[in-house]
Structures are given as structure tokens and as C-alpha cells.
């Protein structure tokens, strides 16, 4: 089944305890994204990577990294997470620009 | 910069009662409309993509149209099941950042 899968769903943490969110896809997909949704805001773009080791900042990219190592899987992380980065996240992948996105789940992040 | 703008905010409908969302965007250099529908608690799915002015594409209830300025989704007839947020976003420009709007939340009564 065609798919991209993220982990955690959901994480409660404390201000600056460095994390990273996994992000996977099947699909063999060369573009994946990354995306925050806060209400009333609508999807914000953090990073995209449009292949292996090619990465470029979004809209909102201030207080996270991404890597992309390999094709299937693009992590992303907070090096110092702070409140404001409370938030849904979503990861999403894509064969090419004008493609139809495959979105994960969610992971739902709660830093106190 | 790149701005896409959904309205209304909400739309609350009975069954059967049609109806159209509007999705404004300022882009340069238009690769791709997209529409995408969003259940509570899940990620957004893939509805349709315009590329060009004119271009119309049709899946069961749901109609999406593209001018220079704006796109329209019409949900003829609706059912419970179409009620969702509907996201529109657009992907311009030589970077791949792609613009959403903020949605529109549909409720459909019976």
C-alpha cells in the first residue's frame, strides 16, 4: 500500500529537548515536504527536498532541520524546541512538482 | 510573495443544497492549483490539480474550475459525507514552496 508514515503521532516535551520526527514514504518518491498546521494559519511550509542531499527552506523554516539521506525518508528536527512550536505536523511526498501529494498522519507536538 | 486566499471561512449546507468555495491566489508563474479535502485528525487527500486557465476537472459530486486569478470548487448536491475542510494551495515560481490557503470547513446537514 501506498503510503507515508510519520512517528511519533503524538509527543509532549519540554523546552529544549532536542527531537526528531521520522517521516517515511513507499512510493519512491523524488519531493518531500514538510508542513506545520496551526489553526486559522492553514498549512506552512518548513522544508522541502526535492532528491537525495537537496533540501531548501519554506516558509516557516526558523528552528528546525531536516536531512535527506536516503530517498524514502526525510526527519525532521528540533534541535531546541520551544512553545510556539506547538503544533500539527505533516509530512507529505510527491514523484514531481505538479503531482498529486500523499500526506502522513500527523504528528501532533505539545512543547510546556 | 506568494498568497492564496479561501473564503468563506465555513459552510454550512443541508443535503442537496449546492454550493461553491472560492480560492484566490497571487502567484507568479503558476505551476499548479491543487485542491485537497481534510478530515478531522487526518492529513489532507488529494482532490485535483489545474494547470491553466480554463481547465475544468470533475470527480462525483465535486466540480473544480481555474481562471488567471481564481479557482472554485462546486459541490453539486452534497451528502453528510462531503462535509470536511477543503484546501486549496498553489505551487509557483522556480522553488518548490507551495502556498495553502487557510480552508474552507464544509458541514453538510441531513
Known amino acids: 500500500e501506498a503510503q507515508v508514515t510519520q512517528n511519533p503521532r503524538y509527543l509532549i516535551t519540554v523546552t529544549g529537548k532536542k527531537l526528531t520526527v521520522t517521516c517515511s514514504q513507499n512510493m519512491n518518491h523524488e519531493y518531500m515536504s514538510w508542513y506545520r498546521q496551526d489553526p486559522g494559519l492553514g498549512l506552512r511550509q518548513i522544508y522541502y527536498?526535492?532528491?537525495?542531499?537537496?533540501?531548501d527552506k519554506g516558509d516557516v523554516p526558523e528552528g528546525y532541520k531536516v536531512s535527506r539521506k536516503e530517498k524514502r525518508n526525510f526527519p525532521l528536527i528540533l534541535e531546541s524546541p520551544s512553545p510556539n512550536q506547538t503544533s500539527l505536523y505533516f509530512c507529505?511526498?510527491?514523484?514531481?512538482?505538479?503531482?498529486?501529494?500523499?500526506f502522513g498522519p500527523g504528528t501532533r507536538l505539545t512543547v510546556t | 510573495e506568494d498568497q492564496v486566499t479561501q473564503s468563506p471561512e465555513a459552510l454550512r449546507l443541508q443535503e442537496g443544497e449546492s454550493s461553491s468555495l472560492n480560492c484566490s491566489y497571487t502567484v507568479s508563474g503558476l505551476r499548479g492549483l491543487f485542491w485537497y479535502r481534510q478530515d478531522p485528525g487526518k492529513g489532507p487527500e488529494f482532490l485535483f490539480t489545474?494547470?491553466?486557465a480554463g481547465e475544468e476537472k470533475e470527480k462525483e459530486r465535486l466540480k473544480a474550475t481555474l481562471t488567471k486569478k481564481e479557482s472554485f470548487l462546486h459541490i453539486t448536491a452534497p451528502k453528510p459525507e462531503d462535509s470536511a475542510t477543503y484546501l486549496c494551495a498553489a505551487d509557483g515560481g522556480n522553488d518548490y514552496k507551495l502556498s495553502f490557503g487557510a480552508g474552507t470547513t464544509v458541514t453538510v446537514r441531513a
Open positions: 507529505a511526498s510527491t514523484l514531481g512538482r505538479g503531482g498529486e501529494q500523499y
Open positions: 489545474l494547470y491553466s
Open positions: 527536498s526535492m532528491n537525495v542531499e537537496v533540501t
